[in-house]
């Protein structure tokens, strides 16, 4: 029994391996066939301040001149807490040569207030060949009052790009002290 169970791993490994190695391209086969241009972000916007329970709009202005823009990738960092994990969010098909529009973070909860959290968002956008644009940075504050700084519409196109799909969470809920527990 013990010698059929070693075969079976050695074949579990070696499937897995073949498989693995099998699907790893080099830079230059995805550049053969995908082109060498990396995507462009143009132009962004987001309001710096918003409230608790809002849903926060960043704006993206973006082209690929070889049309094969892939997928935004997000990371998320909160004051006092390690580093959210990496979000993708998938280009449609349409929008891989020149995209216009928003990726939204939902910030409603119903178990907590997040006012006076502060988190930075950072995103760039990768091709199917791996190339990555540049990265882009913002800042948000939950406040009691959101930013008055509008997107300009002739910019930017009204369009929901997709979600980023993180849970902001509050750390002093719960801790002593804190208005929560003074109710």
Same mark, same amino acid.
């Given at each position: 029994?013990? #010698?059929?169970? +070693? ?8 499937? /897995?391996?073949?498989?693995?190695? *099998?699907?790893? =391209? ?20 987001? $309001? !710096?301040? @918003? /409230?608790?329970?809002d849903t926060w709009k960043i704006y993206v202005n =973006?082209?690929? =001149? ?7 990738v997000c990371s998320t960092l909160q004051d006092g +807490?390690? &580093?959210?994990?990496?979000?993708? /969010?998938? #280009?449609?098909?349409? %929008? +891989? $040569? ?7 973070? &939902?910030?409603?909860?119903?178990? %907590?207030?997040?006012?006076? #959290?502060?988190?930075? *968002? ?30 300009? +519409?002739?910019?930017? !196109?009204?369009?929901?790009?997709? &979600? #980023? ?5 509050? *750390?002093? @809920?719960?801790?002593?002290?804190? &208005?929560? %527990?003074?109710?």
């Open positions: 029994m013990d #010698i059929f169970r +070693r075969v079976k791993m050695v074949w579990l490994f070696v499937i /897995v391996f073949v498989t693995f190695t *099998l699907g790893c =391209a080099t830079l230059e086969d995805r550049e053969a066939r995908y082109d060498s241009n990396p995507p462009v972000i143009t132009a962004t916007f987001a $309001k !710096d301040r @918003i /409230v608790s329970g =973006a082209s690929d =001149a070889d049309g094969d823009m892939d997928r935004f +807490r390690h &580093p959210y994990p990496f979000d993708l /969010v998938k #280009i449609k098909p349409e %929008q +891989r $040569k020149k995209l216009s529009g928003y990726l939204y973070l &939902p910030t409603y909860t119903s178990h %907590q207030d997040l006012w006076g #959290i502060h988190i930075e *968002l950072s995103l760039y956008i990768v091709d199917k060949a791996g190339h990555k644009s540049d990265e882009n940075s913002f800042e948000l504050r939950f406040e009691s009052k959101a930013s008055d700084k509008e997107v300009d +519409r002739t910019l930017f !196109d009204d369009t929901p790009l997709g &979600p #980023i799909m993180i849970n902001i969470t509050n *750390l002093d @809920i719960g801790l002593p002290n804190t &208005p929560e %527990q003074s109710n």
